[in-house]
């Protein structure tokens, strides 16, 4: 004889199954990372200067650009097939879900890790198809890895493709707060709603002067 | 060698996979309706419904279909939920010789699920629990979990259209208006998930978040476009189906009525 669960455990089962569908993305917070989804820098390290060009060919001044501001830092490249693209478009989702005013308050620059292909047009195209607010900056090999080489972070590499190259770059964010302060890194795999919740946290903040 | 399509973590590539696993199904389902035609007395229906069956079962399971489903687009994923819940099953019950639905293979396990109200319920809990974005991201990592939710899809859809569509006739019948009662009802299941998929704030599938962009839509918006799929081509699929069996009642209630007409009356001349 066919054992039969009761109508109500089907219910039961079904609301389960909808009422996890509707739980927010991301919702365990590791609480080792405080209130923050991204990683914590800790101690946090002072916004590192340079100058490089940006996608309209004019020199730009990272820190003095960027003061003030909430500043996302990332190096990667034009052609790369999946983080750099996945990782800048989340960004800019995210930056979407949120209000003017707080949208004003973030900056994103993107530093290529592959300065002989990435030139400022290459630079303005791709980047403004994915937001055209992103500051894109290029500039000579050495330049760049002056910049890498502060942030301890890996060198130019180019690996050899059989057409072409492949350019091998940290996947992560750097993330500075208002203050001037590389607060947090976030990793390739951080989600919309993760920016979202972090970003506010950190325009939320009181910058100390 | 990928047997089944699974989630990757490459850039999209169009250049066409080999997924065997894929073939070995459809090869399956094929010489299973075979064999039930060759054990029946009567020919099959028309066979245009069994190649149609087979030719959605093909296009959910292989590249390009399956594998952009199974880890870059969540639009391909719901394609996939509909060729298998909603296209292949009623086609294949179509495709089914009327003797063989009183075939005594069919085990009493399988008469008992497919009664309306346990078909709801076990249609009702596989669409939302393969819809769990803890579900969908893990499963769809591994070939088998992969396999598991497009059987899921398959199997349930099979059990959520028989009350409609089968022609056994030992089975509990449905009346044609109470059939198209059921329909509606089966309608209404994939809302809840077509909902939040076109609604939520977030991408809800971190699979689908992460991975690299085939398209210029974004993940929301790829979303968005899955959840309206599975909620307006499910319910036109259903809805085609529903009219079909009213036109039909209607015509067997129409040429009943013209068998018991009283002959008009002759004027005497």
């Known amino acids: ?209 | 060698m990928t047997w089944w399509c699974v989630a990757r973590s490459e850039p999209w590539n169009w250049t066409w996979q080999a997924y065997p696993g894929a073939w070995i199904f459809v090869a399956v389902v094929a010489a299973w309706y075979v064999a039930m035609v060759r054990r029946s007395d009567t020919p099959p229906p028309n066979r245009l419904f069994v190649v149609a069956a087979l030719v959605a079962l093909w296009v959910a399971s292989d590249w390009p279909i399956g594998a952009l489903g199974a880890g870059y687009l969540v639009s391909a994923h719901t394609l996939q939920y509909l060729l298998y819940a909603m296209v292949a099953p009623p086609l294949l019950m179509l495709a089914i010789p009327p003797a063989s639905w009183r075939s005594p293979a069919w085990p009493s396990l399988l008469r008992f699920v497919t009664r309306p109200i346990p078909a709801l319920l076990i249609f009702t809990l596989i669409v939302f629990l393969t819809h769990v974005p803890t579900v969908v991201d893990r499963l769809m990592q591994a070939q088998l979990g992969s396999f598991a939710i497009d059987m899921a899809w398959f199997v349930s859809g099979l059990i959520v259209w028989w009350p409609a569509l089968a022609a056994d006739p030992d089975a509990a019948h449905l009346s044609p208006p109470l059939r198209i009662g059921y329909l509606f009802l089966v309608s209404m299941i994939p809302g809840g998930p077509a909902v939040f998929m076109t609604f939520a704030e977030y991408p809800i599938y971190e699979l689908y978040e992460l991975a690299p962009r085939v398209t210029s839509l974004s993940a929301g918006q790829d979303q968005q476009l899955g959840g309206l799929m599975m909620k307006i081509a499910g319910f036109f699929i259903v809805l085609l189906a529903m009219s079909l069996i009213f036109i039909r009642w209607q015509r067997v209630e129409t040429s009943e009525a013209d068998e018991m007409a009283i002959p008009a009356f002759d004027p005497p001349r």
């Open chain 1, 1 to 209: 004889m066919i054992q039969r669960l009761p109508v109500s455990a089907y219910l039961v089962l079904a609301l389960l199954g909808a009422s996890a569908a509707c739980s927010p993305a991301n919702d365990t917070v590791d609480s080792s990372t405080g209130p923050f989804r991204g990683t914590p820098v800790d101690p946090p390290f002072p916004k590192v200067g340079f100058t490089l060009t940006d996608q309209h060919g004019q020199r730009f001044d990272f820190r003095a650009e960027t003061e003030g501001f909430v500043t996302l830092l990332f190096f990667g490249y034009t052609h790369c097939p999946d983080i750099c693209p996945v990782h800048l478009t989340n960004i800019a989702a995210a930056l979407d879900k949120m209000t003017p005013t707080e949208r004003l308050g973030v900056k994103v620059v993107f530093v290529t890790a592959d300065p002989a292909r990435d030139t400022p047009q290459r630079l303005q195209t791709w980047l403004g198809a994915i937001d055209p607010t992103f500051v894109g900056l290029t500039g000579e090999d050495e330049a760049i890895n002056d910049v890498l080489r502060a942030l301890h972070m890996p060198e130019i590499n180019r690996q050899p493709l059989d057409e072409g190259y492949d350019v091998v770059h940290a996947a992560y964010v750097i993330t500075y707060a208002k203050n001037g302060e590389g607060r947090l890194r976030h990793p390739f795999g951080i989600r919309q709603a993760d920016w979202v919740h972090d970003l506010r946290l950190l325009l939320g903040e009181e910058t100390s002067t």
